[in-house]
């Protein structure tokens, strides 16, 4: 197990200009005064340093805005930790470099502090979030504050509650009651399990959204996609495109079927005409003499039978020749009318289509296409989210499954450590409860993190014994740091002068084995503590005038690498 020791701690209000240096022995620090002379603050100070707040501080003391800076040992290797009022701690090596900084006590300072001394863990916070818990849970076995500590075990500090069940969690890992790997695998399934909820809510919540929009949105699942209309779209507008085509050519082509009509028309009167004059002459030659004399050159003409066959002849001509262009006129009209009917199906084809660019089969408009298009869309993005997601459920489901029998293994393997930590807290407690002169039954105890409860005065002697107890325990099986214990005034409860005695001298006797001591009280019965002393005699004046320019001399160096040479 790694040492850890302190070195000495420096009190300095720039406020008052007062300041406090204390050495403290390697073994037992014994601080004696009354009350109002500091003893208290003095002691509260040491693990301030680090971050952990006790849960009262003298007004006073808090008034006269001292800065702390604690030098302590770590396997021989000396640092120094500063503590100034705004909250700022910054780490020094034993060259007094600064090493780290940090503005707030949680985070990342944290982990710095318990990789430092060894408190590997993490923990539950009120809201279900692992982490690393502040310096506080580190030294919450070795401190017993007069405030708080000697009336609910494991109470001296504040912002103990963040943590959720910190006396269970914090103590069984101090006295290794659990094994490292068991905290690890029972913080990464608690892990698994909240973000096994959250996955869940999140696939309840997407489920609940894709169930409303295909309530709401009216879904037509259409043979027709928004790809397929655009595509019908384009082939609808070359089908145009070709109609107007063809209805430009009927058009020319009907011009021309007219042009051949009106050529028919004008031959067809003049065979007309040239019929009726043929008839118009062969009347008048039947009406003549067979000699005529032209009335206007004199000349004699025959009119015989061959000259009125010859005018039957040319009239017959001119009927065939008649007859004939009648037909081309039909065939023409013919062609006409089918150009026509060919333009009015063009026509209303091209309506039609062009209606269709609107309104597509079963009344679909684009806007529908596209609006259900988009809403299936939506529900497909969601049914593949809900479908990974299921998908990682099952995943961390099987890893909490594998995580918990991993844990059960752990546990077997450790239920022999288990049982003998819990034989030897109930042995220290038989012996402690014994020296220590309290009546009580061992066998009724049956968590370790709970202390026991007895009423008057011999309640202090019995969460004493409890506290040792359990510090014997930890130094015999914690894979932490073991932290110097500090006690603060053990004459609580009105103890009369044969039990403070008793108190004291268990303490020396049963100070774990190369553990460090600072035990606060008001005066000594004479008792030889084999400890430094150190005497407050002076009413709240535990911080000196003559000191503070001493201490303010060797804070310079830290302060100015901090960037506060202003103060000086």
Known sequence: MKSFKLIKILL?????????????????????????????????????????????VNPKWKDARVDVLLRFSINNEEYSIYRKVDNTISIYDSKDQLLKSYS???????????????????????????????????????????????????????????????????????????SRKLYELQCDRETKKINYDNEEKEYNIISVLDNKIKDTASIKYFAMTLNDFQCEIKRLEQECSD????????????????????????????????????????KYSLSKPDKLVCPTCGMNYTNSMDHRFAFIKEENRCSVILQDLEKDLKAINDKIEEERKNINSYKEKYDKISELMHQQKENITLSDIIVNEGAKETIRFFEEDMCERKRRLEAINFEITDLEQKIKDEKKLQREKREKIKEDYKRY???????????????????????????????LRAIM????????????NSSSMFCPI???????????????????????????????????IEEDYNIDFMAKKINLNEKYHLLQDNEFEKVKKILVKYDIQLGYPSLF
Request: proline share 4%; glycine share 4%; aromatic share 14%.
């Open 12 to 56: 300095c209000s720039f406020k008052e200009k007062r300041a406090r240096e204390v050495v403290f022995d390697q073994q037992r620090t014994i601080i004696i005064g009354t009350n109002d002379t500091g003893k208290s603050s003095l002691i509260k100070s040491i693990y301030y340093a680090f971050g952990a707040d006790s849960l009262k």
């Open 104 to 178: 707030k006590i949680s985070g990342e300072y944290s982990q710095y502090i318990a990789n430092l001394l060894g408190f590997v863990i993490k923990l539950p916070d009120k809201n279900g979030n692992f982490i690393v818990p502040p310096p506080a849970f580190v030294f919450i076995p070795y401190y017993i504050d007069q405030d708080s500590g000697w009336t609910t075990a494991w109470n001296s500090f504040k912002g103990l509650q963040q943590i959720k069940d910190y006396k269970k969690n914090t103590i069984e890992y101090h006295i290794g009651y659990n």
């Open 243 to 282: 109609l107007i085509a063809k209805q430009k050519k009927s058009k020319a082509q009907l011009i021309e079927y007219y042009d051949q009509k009106y050529n028919l028309f004008s031959q067809i009167n003049i065979t007309k005409h040239t019929l009726k004059e043929l008839n118009d002459d062969y």
């Open 429 to 459: 407690m038989s012996i402690y409860l014994q020296q220590l002169d309290v009546e009580y039954d061992v066998s009724s105890i049956k968590n370790i993190y709970l202390e026991p409860k007895n009423t008057g005065s011999s309640s």
């Open 465 to 476: 014994a409890y506290y040792f107890s359990i510090l014997h325990i930890a130094n015999n």
């Open 486 to 520: 500090i006690i603060d005034s053990p004459n609580q409860q009105a103890q009369d002068i044969p039990h403070i005695k008793n108190i004291y001298e268990f303490i020396l006797r049963e100070q774990p084995q190369n553990s460090q001591m600072v035990l606060g």
